[in-house]
Nanobody
Framework: VQLQASGGGLVQAGGSVKLSCAAS????????MGWFRQAPGKEREFVAT????????GYADSVKGRFSISRDNAKNTVYLQMNSLKPEDTAVYYC?????????????????????WGQGTLVTVSS
């Protein structure tokens, strides 16, 4: 499985960005997918996760109400809609896949369980 994230760039505080992550592999529709981010000098942190059908989603408290994860299984793509962006959202955003699970568990919030990671896309939020 290969994951290709895109959509990052420079945006002003309060603005919006939509990230995409295109996945190879015929079984994408059965994967748990997630988004993580890593700011300069900080550890990678969980952002959002979604189950195989898109029927259940989970978010970090820091982005709840501002970010929305979704997926289009026909296009093998998962999205992260980011609204009301803040300078502290500046980071490299990574998508991840767990090809062995259909439903996310608490371990997916910790970054465990994902067996494929994309290369990341940089989002810079200016104040």
């Amino acid at each position: 499985v290969q994951l290709q994230a895109s959509g990052g760039g420079l945006v002003q505080a309060g603005g919006s960005v939509k990230l995409s992550c295109a996945a190879s592999g015929r079984a994408f529709s059965s994967y748990v997918m997630g988004w993580f981010r890593q700011a300069p000098g900080k550890e990678r942190e969980f952002v959002a996760t979604i189950n195989w059908s898109g029927g259940s989603t989970g978010y970090a408290d820091s982005v709840k109400g501002r970010f929305s994860i979704s997926r289009d299984n026909a296009k093998n793509t998962v999205y992260l809609q980011m609204n009301s962006l803040k300078p502290e959202d500046t980071a490299v955003y990574y998508c991840a896949a767990d090809s062995r699970q259909r439903y996310y568990t608490p371990s997916h919030y910790r970054g465990a369980g994902y067996n494929y990671w994309g290369q990341g896309t940089l989002v810079t939020v200016s104040s």
